[in-house]
């Protein structure tokens, strides 16, 4: 079932995910070659701790740790290690947090140091695909206009789709209907409705599409090997147009670039 907001759930919503938004800015600071991503969670839990929020990720269906962070052909979530992080390297950190009662989702994906520009592309191709699936979350639309968004576009500089896994509804519970993938075809799907908040997340692959799962039963990585790019952002529908609740403001800001939302 589909669990609508009201403006005001949708206002502690955003709270909750503001402080995942400047635990991600945290980690733009953090994020250079050397440092290990079990610093990095560390750091996270402590920042989401002392804003008085709860990680969300951390003991969520047994997950040991506050972040997941995927590097290079890891798509999603990847546990934390004690392997530094490396020049040219790119990591997906995905943030949760629990506040009010409600969870905050979202991910960015850093550069290491200097990336190779083939990476560099999938990278900003898939922070562009995010947005447009944010401008098809209308009220009337349908899940297929924001999935075909996204696979159109990506699929366009010949990148692979995840098909495993994909976006969510969000609020009380870390995931909840509707699904939002991130393939699919226009006017199809459940229609998009006033105070609908959802998680949009395109998971993008420099080469196949496919993936696999290793043997820790929680990070996917790619079945080629090669590099998957992955961004998400919390999006409710207020006033029949799409609001979007976290930021990459404290990120950007901290990596010295232009600010998007």
């Given at each position: ?19 995942v ?12 070659p050397?440092?290990t ?7 996270a ?6 804003m ?10 047994g ?31 995905d943030?949760?947090s ?5 969870y905050?989702?979202h ?8 990336v190779?520009?083939?990476i ?14 944010i ?11 924001i999935?075909?968004a996204i696979?159109n ?15 969510h ?10 699904e939002?993938?991130?393939f ?12 609908l908040v959802i998680?949009?997340e ?6 196949t ?5 290793l ?5 996917i990585?790619t079945a ?8 998400e952002?919390d ?27």
């Amino acid at each position: 079932m589909v669990v609508l907001k009201t403006k005001e759930e949708i206002e502690l919503m955003r709270l909750s995910a503001q402080v995942v938004s400047k635990t991600l800015g945290l980690m733009a600071t953090l994020v250079m070659p050397g440092v290990t991503p079990k610093e990095l969670d560390r750091r996270a839990e402590e920042f989401i701790r002392d804003m008085g929020a709860e990680p969300g990720f951390k003991g969520y269906s047994g997950y040991p740790y506050t972040l997941c962070t995927s590097v290079n052909e890891q798509v999603v979530h990847g546990m934390p290690t004690d392997k530094p992080l490396k020049e040219g390297d790119i990591i997906s950190i995905d943030c949760g947090s629990l506040m009010n009662g409600f969870y905050g989702d979202h991910a960015y994906t850093f550069y290491v140091g200097e990336v190779d520009p083939k990476i560099r592309q999938l990278v900003e191709v898939t922070k562009e695909s995010l947005y447009l699936g944010i401008e098809q979350t209308k009220e009337g639309n349908r899940v297929g206009d924001i999935s075909f968004a996204i696979q159109n576009y990506t699929e366009g500089f010949g990148y692979g789709v995840v098909r495993e896994l994909v976006g969510h509804g969000l609020g009380r519970s870390m995931h909840e209907k509707p699904e939002i993938p991130n393939f699919g075809k226009r006017g199809k799907g459940p229609v998009l409705k006033e105070g609908l908040v959802i998680a949009i997340e395109p998971m993008i692959n420099l080469g196949t599409r496919n993936v696999r799962q290793l043997k820790d039963g929680w990070t996917i990585v790619t079945a080629d090997g090669k590099p998957s790019a992955h961004f998400e952002h919390d999006v409710a529908i207020v006033d029949g147009k799409p609001e979007i609740l976290s930021t990459f403001k404290y990120v950007e800001e901290a990596l010295g670039i232009p600010v998007t939302v």
